[in-house]
């Protein structure tokens, strides 16, 4: 095997590896709700369109 072959393989790893973790994250319960954490970021004046953060 050669250097290539093995960075393309690895690169598959972490990406799986990835792909599962933020699967995970969409069945976790957050210990503080959403709700407030929105609350004192937009007091903040954080601003992002993207739920996910």
């Known amino acids: 095997m050669n250097h290539k ?3 393309s393989d ?3 790893d972490d990406d799986a590896a990835l792909s599962d973790f933020l699967a995970s994250l969409m069945d976790y ?3 503080i ?3 407030l954490v929105e609350h ?5 004046g ?4 993207d739920v996910r953060l």
């Open 5 to 7: 072959q093995q960075s």
């Open 10 to 12: 690895g690169k598959h």
């Open 33 to 35: 709700p959403d709700e």
């Open 46 to 49: 954080f601003q992002c369109p």
């Open 40 to 44: 004192y970021l937009a007091k903040s």
């Open 29 to 31: 319960t957050p210990t």
